[in-house]
């Protein structure tokens, strides 16, 4: 094909790529975005396979299906609360076709013709240090999502200072192969040094830091892609590799504020399940309970009250009872809104779009900067299942690890209503004082038969 019909494809692949990254910046324009995106890497791939024709077109068949087929099934099959070890093991798989793809390059001689031959070797060191880095870190991210992974290093400083030394055998690795290209072991003994890496950097993180960790594993695959663009000189995948790795990285410093860390404390820092009970010293003797019955009379009463959905409500799967409670609610009279917290679930707009998915008005729902103040004037708020994001002790302990994280205000609400199986820690293993505080009654129970008895209450009594 001529160069320049495949540049003018390029072009509009990657202005694709772009309007589909700027319809993901909001709700209603998410589904959007994606067929955008997808719509240019339809385009890319097809000029790419017309232009290079690297392979028979029986074969790109045979992957079109199998790969559709696949795709099918995850979108069938995985549930909305599953999503963020989705996405973990997309980010791997990225990040481990990219090495593949530099170390195949590297090994056929391809690198040797081109133009710029100490550019295209550097391009594939780096594919295969960040591409099997972030392969094998999702993994172990995937595991801990998943919760078949729950092992933590005990003795940190040591774990660190051997990634100290792993991180220098690669960057010696990655000197050797950029000196002798003709040498294939350097390459391969780099990718496996950085995947081990990838696991023994992502082992000691805990639940409570996963949300950076994906968009920080995103950000790399997107790098790898970029890097192995250069490797094969192809500018889409230069472009498209640089937006996922520049957005990957701007979600994950945003992520990091959210949690007021940084991003190296993430890395570096545990913030995880903790040893001792769930918190007798501060539960004791503080604990009411409250009933769906009592709860429901005093919802029917109140002028406003403030749903704040966390990762509990997305396990129970009771975002649909959520909705329904909430249009009962409004049919009596009451003003009903949503509060979210950035990092309410597992992974950024997790709660946005399990609450869309159920019909939940985007008007009706509100972030933190939209919520200054509105705890005060509001007559009940009922908490679905969070825990470290309605946590008072991120405002009161400095000893606290979530000391400084901007939390959702619920305490200062006249009326608190805590949803919850148990008075089990959330994801940094740390006890609420909002359970024990003299406006907060729990109710017990699992969130979408607790809601289910709430809205029969309320029909009752309405």
Do not use: C
Not at 219 to 237: E, Y
Not at 247 to 269: D, E, H, K
Request: no cysteine.
């Amino acid at each position: 094909m001529p160069e320049g019909v495949v540049n003018g494809a390029y072009l509009v692949a990657a202005t694709l790529f772009i309007l589909g990254l700027r319809g993901l910046a909001s709700i209603r324009g998410a589904r959007r975005g994606n067929v955008l995106s997808s719509l240019g890497m339809l385009v890319a791939i097809v000029v790419t396979l017309l232009d290079r024709k690297i392979i028979g077109f029986e074969l790109v068949a045979v992957g079109l299906g199998v790969g559709a087929a696949l795709g099918a099934i995850l979108a069938l099959r995985v549930h909305m609360t599953a999503m963020p070890q989705l996405v973990a093991a997309f980010n791997g798989f990225g990040g481990g076709a990219s090495a593949l793809v530099a170390g195949s390059a590297i090994a056929s001689g391809t690198v040797m013709t081109a133009a710029t031959e100490l550019q295209a070797v550097a391009a594939g060191a780096v594919s295969g240090l960040v591409g099997a880095l972030t392969f094998a870190g999702s993994a172990v991210a995937w595991g801990k999502l998943q919760e078949v992974l729950r092992w933590q290093p005990s003795n940190t400083s040591l774990h660190h200072g051997i990634n100290g030394v792993l991180a220098a055998g690669a960057l010696a690795l990655f000197a050797l192969v950029i000196v002798d290209v003709s040498l294939q072991w350097p390459f391969w003994a780099l990718v496996a040094a950085a995947a081990i890496l990838g696991v023994r950097l992502t082992l000691p993180i805990g639940g409570a830091d996963m949300p950076v960790v994906i968009a920080l594993l995103n950000s790399a695959s997107g790098l790898a892609a970029a890097a192995t663009g250069f490797v094969l000189s192809n500018n889409v995948l230069i472009i498209g590799g640089a937006l996922v790795g520049a957005s990957g990285f701007i979600l994950t410093t945003l992520m990091s504020r959210a949690m007021n860390r940084s991003v190296l404390s993430v890395l570096f820092g545990t913030l995880g399940p903790s040893e001792g009970g769930p918190g007798d010293e501060i539960y004791e003797g503080r604990i009411k309970r409250t009933s769906p019955e009592e709860t429901a009379l005093l919802l029917r009463d109140a002028r406003s009250v403030m749903i704040v959905p966390g990762y509990g409500m997305a396990v129970a799967q009771a975002q649909h009872a959520v909705r329904d409670l909430s249009a009962e609610l409004e049919r009596g009279g009451v003003d009903v809104k949503y509060a979210i917290h950035p990092v309410a679930g597992r992974m950024p707009g997790h709660m946005n779009v399990l609450l869309a998915e159920a019909d939940v008005p985007y008007e009706q729902l509100f972030d933190l900067e939209q919520l200054v103040g509105t705890f005060a004037q509001t007559d009940v708020a009922l908490v679905i299942g969070a825990n470290d994001v309605v946590n008072p002790l991120a405002r009161e302990d400095p000893t606290s690890p979530i000391y400084g994280m901007p939390i959702l205000d619920v305490d200062k609400a006249r009326t608190v209503v805590v949803v919850k199986r148990s008075l089990s820690p959330g994801f940094a293993g740390i006890p609420n004082s909002l359970f024990a505080a003299p406006n907060t009654a729990m109710l017990f129970g699992d969130g979408e038969d607790v809601l289910r008895e709430l809205i029969g209450e309320l029909k009752a009594t309405g």
